[in-house]
């Protein structure tokens, strides 16, 4: 490290910066800085203010727009306005701002000087490790963009593979459906006939047991008289079947044989109830009382008898004092509904075989076509990562995909880079969208020192909120800090390696001093 040797104050009025030392020559003429006017010297620093722009005052409060220069010999040089000279504060860290307040000020330079350099000391280390970092996730990076270039035009050749197989597939599952959907047609055809030939027959004999209840007499012909008993085949719905309605559903004729009531059956099957009633299969008749008998006082059973019998009880003895049999337990067979009368039939075995084929080719078809959309979404992907603008070196490839959190006390912070930025209640709630990836925003010498997140939800009457990301050097990748600077627009800081820039060559100290 080049060592400094102990400063030496060059000659300038009090409160002159040595860059401006060449406009305060001693004996000479002093020309105010904004050329307004020119004093003789002996009026600089007399604590009155005789230029506009107040250098003539630059070591006196005179001057209410004048600045004094503390030279902070050991740290850092800065100015302060005139108004603080002498204010009993000591504002300079060399205590040359009160030269005559009385203020009792201690040098602090050196010391503010040792913790600024430990704290650049750190700094730069911290820098250069970021960079030898950084240096790594571009050799990973230029690796992996040569990967994944090299995967995609592989997959691209497979792809045209398996468009050809595609189609090929396609060709097959179509040649297998058209013989699979003849032969289906031919059953349902088949099954349609069969369930019209079972209909007719039910209508004829549906018919025929008409016929006979229609035939009181029993004389082999259906007269007028008898189907008027049928009051349900009234036309005009006035509770009365006409001698006229009856004929005009026989066709006129005022009796017909069975051979006939063909002709009339059509008019009236759609409205005629039968006269036969059946018994409902749940229904139990109750058992016949003889009213001379009375029946045995169940209230006059006493418990203990009821104990009694229910030991004494055997079912044989049972079987024997009635002189009966009893019957078995009724087990009651599903009836077969209108619904599975009419399922249609299983395919027989040339159709069943057909179908299988045909089936097959369509999984096999679908096989393919399915591993032809993966393969065109990986390709998608692959495509969208490698258009993202990583960096002149692409050093910020390693941050895709990856997603960084933050918890402060009340929301859980998460930061997806080029993807999205999102806040959540800490103790449960919906997720708000902070803004998706737009661009970088940086500087014009270092776009990469900002990124720019848009079109988040939007705010309750007002903007759609955003989010700036500040990336600064750091060994780690983290978000140390996030606030609101603006309603709806957020900051995040996020440290990473890959804005770590190359360390300068020099072990010179931090600051350069003026007196030298």
Known sequence: MLHLGTPVEIQRPRGVPLTKKQFYVENK??????????ISFDRVNDDYCD???????????????????????GYRPMFIPSSRINDGICDCCDTTDEYNSGAKCENTCKELGRKEREVLQKMAEITKEGFLLKQHLI???????????????????????????????????????????EAKERHLKAWEEQKAAIRLEKDKAK??????????????????????????????????????EAQGLMGGAEQVDTSTFESVWPNIKDKYH???????????????????SEPYPEDDISEEEDEEDEDDYHEDDDKVSCGCVQAPPTIKTPEKNHEDEEAMPSYDADTQALIDAAQKARDDFEEAEKA??????????IEKELSFDFGPDAEFTYLYSQCYELTTGEYIYRLCPFNRVSQKPKYGGSETNLGTWGSWSGPENNKYLLMKYDHGTGCWQGPNRSTTVKLTCGKETVVTSTSEPSRCEYLIEFTTPAVCQEPANTDLSPHDHEEL
């Open 29 to 38: 003429p002093f020309t105010c800085l904004d050329g307004s006017r020119t």
């Open 372 to 381: 032809l959309r993966e393969m065109d979404d990986q390709i998608r992907n």
């Open 274 to 292: 039968s006269e036969v009633m059946e018994t409902p299969p749940d229904e139990v008749k109750e058992p016949v009382v003889d009213n001379d």
């Open 139 to 181: 050799e990973e990076a230029k690796k992996g963009q040569q990967e994944k270039q090299s995967k995609v035009t592989d997959m691209q050749g497979n792809k045209k593979q398996l468009d050809e197989k595609v189609e090929v597939l396609r060709t097959v599952k179509e040649t297998a459906e058209q013989p699979e959907k």
């Open 51 to 73: 230029c506009k722009d107040g250098s003539d005052e630059p070591g006196t409060a005179a001057c209410p727009n004048g600045s004094f220069h503390c030279t902070n010999a």
């Open 207 to 244: 018919m025929a047991e008409a016929f006979l209840e229609l035939d009181d007499n029993a004389d082999g012909f259906v007269s007028v008289s008898e189907l008027q008993s049928h009051a349900e085949l009234d036309a005009d719905a006035d509770g009365t079947l006409t001698e006229t």
